[in-house]
């Protein structure tokens, strides 16, 4: 005791409870000075009470004051959204659905006072294509899963069209939605079968269409005669102009002395040397009059229907049994027609 109170270190509410046992109080500032001195005794430490309690915070009071606003803030910003994110997509971004919940009052940084159910609305209300959104609370974070619907793409698929006019006999539709029934008169280039089906909700699914549509089909050709018809004749008269050209670039171009009214071009390619890749083009200009000339509708009536067939001919379908074919002339004032109809039978679609 006499070596504490030789360094000056103060001693408070001392007792002697036994020759070998002491109890004693010290300042927060001599306890390193007491611990040289007593560390060969036996020693119980203790706090001092809720006296000392003060002491410590005084002494720690940024540590506790930081503490403690750390805890308001973290409590505070725990009712802030910090975060949206966003699955299931395909079609639509999360951007765009981060956007439209911003203009509902739903956005990171704030608190967000509205429901699950109040977010899964506004999605829903603005955007057609979503069939089904959840959102789920998860901290901080907004959490939505949806699942789009399947969009229908007009342009994706191309529909099945008729190739030639006739009347649908039968109808075997694969995929695709039919836009025609049996009996129907349908003309070339109409729509049979179209790209998409629709499914249990009544949504449309793109499909590639897929149909076997048969149909008795008419292909028919007209042609006709004047009497007294304008052509264009060749008079004998002809210029010649030349364009030479080398490894297949224009070089030189020969005076065009053409001057006709009237004229028709035929022109074609000539090697000028074996030696060398010097090529020219002949072009030709024949002088063309008017000529009025007159028909004879009983000797070329057989000439008119020929054309007719022939042209008839030329349009069959393939893969298609010819039921019949019937002309027919007739003679209109001074106009001689001659119209050739070839019955099919087969398929009618592309």
């Excluded at 606003?69 to 505070?76: A, D, K, N, Y």
């Excluded at 890749?277 to 072009?283: A, D, F, M």
């Amino acid at each position: 005791m006499e070596k504490l109170y030789l360094k000056k270190i103060t001693l408070y509410n001392v007792s002697r409870y036994e020759h070998n046992r002491v109890t004693f109080d010290i300042n927060d500032r001599d306890e390193k000075k007491v611990k040289r001195y007593i560390a060969n005794y036996k020693v119980v430490k203790s706090l001092g009470g809720v006296k000392r309690i003060p002491k410590i915070l005084l002494a720690n009071l940024g540590l506790v004051l930081g503490v403690f606003f750390g805890m308001i803030f973290l409590l505070f910003a725990s009712n802030y959204t910090w975060q949206i994110r966003v699955y299931g997509i395909e079609n639509l971004t999360e951007a765009d659905i981060v956007q439209v919940l911003k203009q509902n009052g739903v956005r990171v940084g704030k608190i967000n006072r509205q429901s699950s159910e109040e977010i899964e609305n506004i999605l829903l209300n603005n955007y057609d294509r979503i069939a089904q959104v959840s959102v789920i609370r998860e901290g901080t974070a907004i959490i939505i899963n949806l699942s789009e619907k399947l969009v229908y793409i007009e342009e994706e698929y191309a529909p099945i069209c008729a190739k030639t006019s006739g009347i649908i006999t039968n109808i075997n539709v694969i995929t695709g939605t039919t836009n025609v029934k049996v009996g129907d008169y349908v003309n070339k280039g109409d729509i049979l079968v179209l790209p998409f089906n629709v499914n249990a909700n009544g949504e449309k699914v793109s499909v590639k269409p897929l149909a076997e549509i048969e149909a008795t089909m008419y292909v028919i050709s007209k042609v006709q005669m004047s009497r007294v018809e304008s052509v264009l004749v060749r008079t004998g008269r002809l210029t010649t102009a030349y364009r030479y050209k080398l490894f297949g670039h224009d070089i030189f171009w020969g005076r065009n002395r053409n001057s006709f009214a009237l004229f028709e071009v035929v022109s074609y390619n000539e090697n000028v040397s074996d030696l060398v890749p010097l090529k020219r083009e002949v072009i030709k200009y024949y002088e063309l009059e008017t000529r009025e000339i007159t028909h004879d509708f009983d000797a070329e009536k057989q000439s008119l229907i020929e054309r007719s067939r022939l042209e008839a001919e030329n349009n069959l379908i393939d893969y298609t049994t010819r039921l019949d074919e019937k002309t027919e002339v007739n003679i209109v004032l001074d106009t001689m027609y001659a119209c050739t109809t070839i019955t099919l039978q087969g398929l009618i679609n592309d």
